[in-house]
């Protein structure tokens, strides 16, 4: 008797069977609830019996939960700081560690 896949509840074989936080999945089944990314048993990250990839994996603080459009914004100009040379662009501009754009400068 073969087991039933935990993500697609189809038969799965042994050839591509993965057990894994307590369940069966297809190889291909066993993804990143979050991206779909396949994992493997090296790189998942389980979490509730469900696995995720290193990036998505549900983690106690949210601090470093990236890819809202705010975060990115922010980690854009901590980096453009980090490697300040001079003003990137028109428009643009820094008053000592503050980025300000043309419109707030008077
Ligand atoms: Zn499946
Ligand atoms: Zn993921």
């Given at each position: 008797m073969n087991p039933n896949c935990a993500r697609?509840?189809?038969?799965?074989?042994?050839?591509e069977k993965v057990n894994c936080l307590d369940k069966f999945w297809h190889k291909a089944c066993f993804h990143?609830?979050?991206c779909k990314m396949t994992l493997n048993m090296k790189n998942y990250k389980g979490y509730e019996k469900i696995p995720y990839c290193n990036a998505h994996y549900p983690k106690q603080s949210f601090t470093m939960v990236a890819?809202?459009?705010?975060?990115?914004r922010l980690k854009q100009q901590s980096e453009l700081q980090s490697q300040w040379t001079g003003?990137?662009?028109?428009?643009t501009c820094c008053r000592g560690s503050t980025w300000v754009t043309e419109g707030d400068l008077s």
């Open positions: 697609c509840g189809k038969i799965v074989y042994p050839t990143c609830e979050t890819d809202t459009p705010e975060n990115l003003c990137p662009r028109p428009g």
